[in-house]
């Protein structure tokens, strides 16, 4: 039973549930606390709440965002993202990594390995 907001992130959880290469993850929401700050394109400060957050069999750690459609933000968020990972990396010695799925990336693909995805949704984002 995972909260989900979208019939996209129910699939990719149904996913990450049977893909032998995944210990857990978790459904990222508001009441979790757990946000990136970021200045948006208008200057703003922002916060950005990645979609998953996955513990890979060899002890890497995934921040997920599952992306249908894109604005003018997402950009923005990616990088922040990037840069906390890095910098979770770097204060934890523990590899952190962040990916976007897009859902034609997810709905074409037919491998059943979170490392697989990971790879396709990489080459996918050029």
């Not at 549930?17 to 606390?33: C, F, G, P, Q």
């Not at 916060?47 to 933000?73: C, H, Q, S, W």
């Not at 990616?78 to 997810?106: I, M, N, Q």
């Amino acid at each position: 039973m995972v909260p989900c907001d979208s019939t996209y992130e129910a699939e990719f959880a149904a996913f990450l549930d049977h893909a032998d290469d995944v210990v857990a993850y978790a459904k990222n929401a508001e009441h979790l606390h757990f946000f990136i700050e970021y200045i948006a394109s208008g200057g703003g400060v922002r916060y950005y709440y990645p979609d998953f957050i996955v513990l890979a069999r060899n002890g890497d750690m995934f921040l997920v965002e599952t992306k249908g459609l894109e604005d003018i933000e997402v950009a923005i968020k990616d990088d922040r993202a990037r840069k906390w990972c890095r910098d979770a990396t770097d204060l934890t010695g523990h590899s952190w990594y962040y990916v976007k799925v897009p859902y034609e990336t997810f709905r074409s693909s037919a491998v059943t390995t979170f490392d697989a995805l990971y790879r396709l949704a990489l080459a996918a984002s050029g």
